[in-house]
C-alpha cells in the first residue's frame, strides 16, 4: 500500500510527471497531505514539489514536477521542406523526412524533466490517460533517458485529482503502453504531410490566381486543408445544399378540437397531412357536414422516461452547449479547469457505463452537504431512492463517466465565477447529472381517446405524472422546491377531459394550409453527433475541430439559433474538391479509415508504417489529381470571392 512516510531514513528519490503544473500540485497536495515542499524548476511555469512516501514498499522522497502538454513536434527534418517555396508540395507526402522534435518554446520545460531525472532511479509517469496522455509519456520518458539512460519507468493510471484516485494508481502502477503512442505517432505524422502539402497548394494555387482571399490576424491568406477539419466543414456546406435543393410543397390538414370542463382538446388527423388540396378539402368537406364525433376508444396505460446514462464527453458538449448556449471548446476549456482544479472527473471519455467497483456511496457522501442538492442526496442514500445506473454500451478501457469528485464551497464557487462566469453551472450540471443517473425513470399515465368522424379518425393523448423521481434534480425541481435552473428535461402534465365510449359531441374543425420546410443549418449539437458516427475526430479534439471551422479558419459561421452556415470561401473549398474528383477528401470515408487504422496500430492489430504507407499513397493519388486540375480549384473559389 501507499502512504505518506513516517520519520526516519529517506533512501531513493521518485521522479513524477504530470502533464500539466496544476495536476502536478494537487496530486502533491493530496498524497503529502499539504505538506509538500516546492521550489522553482529549470521551466518557470513548472515547480517541483517535494515530499516522503512510501511507493511498493519503498520509503522514498517523491518529486514532483510537470509539463505543458506535449514535450515534442513533428517537423519536416530539412529545412529546405519547411520553406513553402523551397520544393513541390507534392514532395510533402513522398520524399521529404520527418523528425520529433523539441522546439524551442518547450526546451526549458524539457530541461526541468533532465535535470529532475539526474538524481532519480524511477519515473512515474502520471500523464492524461488516453492515447494523447501515453504519447506524452513516452516523450517525457525519452527526455529522462537523456539524462539518465538506465532510469526506470511506470504509468500511473487515474482518472480524479483525489487521495483515493491517486493511491490506487500507486498501487496499481503499469508499463507505459508503446502501441498506443505509436499510433498518436501515426496520426500525427500523416496530419503533418496532409496538413502541409494540401494547404501549400491551396494557397499557391489561389495566391498565382490572383483571387481574393480573406487575411487573419497576422496580415496571411492562408487556405488551410485539415484531414479532419475538411470533413467538418463538408457536413456543414452538405446542409447548406440539402436546403437549397429544397422544393416548398404545399400540403392541407384537417385540424380538431373539442372544448369541455374549461379545456380545450386537440386531436390529430391519423393522415397527417395531404399534398391534393382537392382530396383534403372533400374530407373535410364531409367531416363538416357530419358535424358528429363519436368516441372509439379510450385507452391509457404507464409510460416511462428513462434518466440519462452516465456522462461521456460527447453527451456533456451536446447537453451543455443545447442550454447554456456555449461552444464545445468552451464547455472543455471549463470541464478541463474544473478536472484540474479536482471537481470533477477526468472530462474526455468515451465511457457511458460505470464499473462494478464504483464506489457511489462515497461519491454520494461527497455531495451530502450540497445547499441545492443535499435533499436529493438525502432522498437517494436514506430515502431508499438509489438505483445503480445501468448504462449504455461505450466503454473506451480509460476513465469511467465523467463525475463530481469533491463538494465545492462557497469560496472556491466564486473562485470558478471568477475564472469563468459559466464554471458553476458546468460544474453543477455534472453534479445534477450523476446524481439524475442513480435515479428510478420518471413514471405517468399516458392516455389516448379516438374519435371517428365520417369515417376520418382522430387521437387526443394525455399524460398525467404519477412519479417525477430523476426529474426533481435534472427538471426545473420538485413542486414543492427547491426550484433548480437551467432545466436539463421535464415531462409536463396534459391532462384530458373525461370521455366515454359510445359517446359523441360536436367538433370544431378547420382545414389548415400550410407548406413543407427546408431543414435547418446545422446546430454545434447536429455537428458533433455527425462527427462521432462518422469518426472525425476524437472526444478530445472534436471540439477543437468544430471551433477551428468556425473561427481560426473563417469557412463557416453561426447564424440564427446557434446554427453554422458555411462562408462563402468554406462552401467554395468543398465544392472546388468536389468538382475535381476528390469528394472524399471532404466527405467523411477517407479520415473514418485513417481513424480505424490508427485504432488498429493502438490495439496491436496494424504495423504503423504499413498504415503510414498505406494513407500516404491514397493521399498521394488525390494531389495528383488536384494538381493536374489547378484551373477547378481557382475559378470555382474565384467565383464565389
Not at 500500500?1 to 500540485?25: C, D, F, T, W, Y
Not at 517535494?50 to 502538454?69: A, D, K, L
Not at 483571387?211 to 490576424?217: E, K, S
Not at 472524399?584 to 487504422?597: G, H, I, N, S, V
Amino acid at each position: 500500500m501507499q502512504r505518506q512516510s513516517a520519520r526516519g531514513a529517506i533512501g531513493a528519490r521518485v521522479l513524477n510527471v504530470a502533464e500539466k503544473p496544476s495536476v502536478a500540485k494537487e496530486i502533491s497536495r493530496v498524497l503529502s497531505n499539504g505538506r509538500a515542499s516546492a521550489r522553482e524548476g529549470t521551466s518557470r511555469y513548472n515547480k517541483v514539489w517535494e515530499f516522503p512516501y512510501e511507493v511498493r514498499g519503498r520509503r522514498v522522497t517523491m518529486v514532483f514536477t510537470s509539463v505543458t502538454g506535449h514535450l515534442s513536434n513533428f517537423e519536416f527534418a530539412d529545412d529546405r521542406h519547411r520553406r513553402w517555396n523551397g520544393v513541390d508540395p507534392r514532395e510533402l507526402l513522398v520524399n521529404a523526412a520527418v523528425a520529433k522534435r523539441v522546439p524551442e518554446d518547450k526546451r526549458q520545460v524539457a530541461d526541468n524533466v533532465k535535470r529532475e531525472a539526474r538524481g532519480c532511479d524511477s519515473v512515474i509517469l502520471w500523464l492524461d490517460c488516453d492515447r494523447e496522455g501515453e504519447n506524452i509519456a513516452f516523450e517525457v520518458l525519452a527526455a529522462c533517458r537523456e539524462a539518465n539512460r538506465g532510469i526506470a519507468a511506470f504509468r500511473a493510471r487515474f482518472s480524479a485529482l483525489s487521495r483515493g484516485d491517486a493511491d490506487r494508481a500507486l498501487t496499481n502502477l503499469v508499463e507505459p503502453n508503446q502501441h498506443e503512442s505509436k499510433a498518436v505517432d501515426m496520426r500525427m505524422e500523416l496530419d503533418l504531410r496532409l496538413g502541409a502539402a494540401f494547404t501549400r497548394f491551396n494557397t499557391l494555387a489561389l495566391q498565382r490566381a490572383g483571387v481574393g482571399l480573406p487575411v487573419d490576424d497576422k496580415g496571411k491568406s492562408i487556405v488551410s486543408y485539415g484531414p479532419c477539419q475538411f470533413p467538418t466543414l463538408g457536413f456543414i456546406v452538405q446542409r447548406k445544399w440539402d436546403i437549397d435543393a429544397h422544393v416548398s410543397e404545399d400540403f392541407w390538414a384537417i385540424k380538431c378540437s373539442h372544448s369541455r370542463e374549461g379545456t380545450t382538446t386537440q386531436f390529430e388527423w391519423s393522415r397527417g397531412r395531404l399534398f391534393d388540396r382537392a382530396f383534403a378539402s372533400a374530407l373535410h368537406d364531409l367531416c363538416v357536414r357530419a358535424n358528429s364525433a363519436t368516441v372509439i376508444d379510450v385507452d391509457g396505460q404507464e409510460s416511462k422516461r428513462w434518466p440519462p446514462h452516465p456522462l461521456n464527453t460527447i453527451e456533456m458538449q451536446k447537453r451543455l452547449n443545447r442550454v447554456l448556449r456555449i461552444s464545445p471548446e468552451q464547455i472543455m476549456k471549463i470541464a478541463e479547469d474544473l478536472y484540474n482544479d479536482g471537481f470533477i472527473s477526468y472530462p474526455r471519455t468515451e465511457t457511458d457505463k460505470f464499473p462494478n467497483d464504483f464506489d457511489y456511496d462515497g461519491t454520494l457522501r461527497e455531495m451530502h452537504q450540497h445547499p441545492q442538492f443535499g435533499f436529493y442526496v438525502e432522498r437517494l442514500t436514506t430515502g431508499g431512492q438509489f438505483r445503480r445506473p445501468p448504462g449504455g454500451t461505450k466503454d473506451d478501457k480509460a476513465h469511467p463517466p465523467i463525475y463530481p469528485t469533491k463538494l465545492a464551497t462557497d469560496a472556491q464557487y466564486a473562485q470558478m465565477r471568477n475564472k469563468n462566469h459559466n464554471a458553476p453551472k458546468v460544474y453543477e450540471f455534472v453534479c445534477r447529472h450523476f446524481l439524475a443517473t442513480c435515479s428510478y425513470p420518471a413514471v405517468a399515465l399516458k392516455t389516448h381517446v379516438d374519435v371517428d368522424i365520417a369515417g376520418e379518425t382522430f387521437r387526443a393523448t394525455g399524460v398525467m405524472i404519477r412519479e417525477r423521481n430523476y426529474l426533481d434534480i435534472y427538471g426545473p425541481g420538485p413542486p414543492e422546491g427547491p426550484r433548480l435552473a437551467p432545466t436539463y428535461d421535464n415531462w409536463g402534465n396534459s391532462t384530458l377531459p373525461v370521455y366515454t365510449p359510445g359517446e359523441q359531441f360536436v367538433p370544431t374543425l378547420n382545414l389548415h394550409e400550410g407548406s413543407t420546410r427546408p431543414p435547418d443549418y446545422l446546430s454545434e449539437v447536429d455537428l458533433l453527433s455527425l462527427m462521432e458516427s462518422h469518426m472525425i475526430g476524437t472526444d478530445a479534439t472534436q471540439a477543437q475541430h468544430i471551433e477551428k471551422v468556425v473561427g481560426e479558419r473563417g469557412y463557416a459561421r453561426k447564424v440564427g439559433d446557434n446554427r453554422l452556415m458555411p462562408t462563402e470561401l468554406g462552401e467554395a473549398l468543398v465544392l472546388a474538391y468536389d468538382r475535381m474528383g476528390v469528394a472524399d477528401m471532404w466527405l467523411p470515408t477517407k479520415r473514418a479509415k485513417m481513424e480505424a487504422d490508427v485504432d488498429a496500430v493502438a490495439h496491436n492489430r496494424m504495423d504503423p508504417n504499413a498504415g503510414l504507407r498505406l494513407h500516404l499513397q491514397t493521399m498521394l493519388q488525390a494531389y495528383d489529381r488536384v494538381a493536374t486540375d489547378e484551373n477547378m480549384l481557382t475559378n470555382t473559389v474565384g467565383s464565389y470571392m
